[in-house]
Antibody, heavy 121, light 106 residues
Framework: QVQLVESGGGVVQPGGSLRLSCAAS????????MHWVRQAPGKGLEWVAF????????FYAESVKGRFTISRDNSKNTLYLQIHSLRTEDTAVYYC??????????????WGQGTLVTVSS | SYDLTQPLSVSVALGQTATITCGGN??????VHWYQQKPGQAPVLVMY???NRPSGIPERFSGSNSGKTATLTISRAQAGDEADYYC?????????FGGGTKLTVL
């Protein structure tokens, strides 16, 4: 069965950096795009970034462009999110999600349990 | 940017039908997907491509999309259906979510 396990969250000071990881299993990781989605405490879902199956195309939400970098290591079945210049508004649970694409659309058919990032001094 | 509008909350009596809407400009021309999120849990896909149920989602869940509104319908609502529901589209290389609807089963 598909499993996505995030790690790397924690408490970090404003301006700091963090790298989140998502270990994937139960499917052929190198055949699928992957996403990061976040959810601030008590708020709704916000898409963060997408990476194509081979890592050659990456898309970002405007709110994180220039500060977040999505990457993947298909030899390790692992997805990453490098976050720089953290702001208090980046405080959220960060989920990795498996991509499913059909025609002109994409959606998230499996989600991890999330990892909490808290930005606080 | 493209906006998706959902009601903040919907209430339904046990065993009755709940309707959760997702509004957007000409949303009927897009494919809409729906997620259920229970407190403290990750979201779960409950409807994809407007009206398709993933394996394991009860037939009580159905979806439609036309004009300016996409709709998730839950028939014979159960206590276990209480959750937040989010619609989502993919537009201009971006995933967009509605603000979410809290479903309460009375």
């Amino acid at each position: 069965q598909v499993q996505l396990v995030e790690s790397g969250g924690g408490v970090v000071q404003p301006g700091g950096s963090l790298r989140l990881s998502c270990a994937a299993s139960g499917f052929t990781f190198s055949n699928h795009g992957m996403h990061w989605v976040r959810q601030a405490p008590g708020k709704g879902l916000e898409w963060v970034a997408f990476i194509l199956y081979d890592g050659n195309n990456k898309f970002y939400a405007e709110s994180v462009k220039g500060r977040f970098t999505i990457s993947r290591d298909n030899s390790k079945n692992t997805l990453y999110l490098q976050i720089h210049s953290l702001r208090t508004e980046d405080t959220a649970v960060y989920y990795c999600a498996k991509d499913f694409t059909s025609s002109w659309t994409r959606y998230f058919d499996y989600w991890g349990q999330g990892t909490l990032v808290t930005v606080s001094s | 940017s493209y906006d998706l509008t959902q009601p903040l909350s919907v209430s339904v009596a046990l065993g009755q039908t709940a309707t959760i809407t997702c509004g957007g400009n000409n949303i009927g021309s897009k494919d809409v997907h729906w997620y259920q999120q229970k407190p403290g849990q990750a979201p779960v896909l409950v409807m994809y491509l407007n009206s398709n149920r993933p394996s394991g989602i009860p037939e009580r869940f159905s979806g439609s999309n036309s004009g300016k509104t996409a709709t998730l319908t839950i028939s014979r609502a159960q206590a276990g259906d209480e959750a937040d529901y989010y619609c989502q589209v993919w537009d201009s290389r971006t995933a967009l979510f509605g603000g979410g609807t809290k479903l309460t089963v009375l």
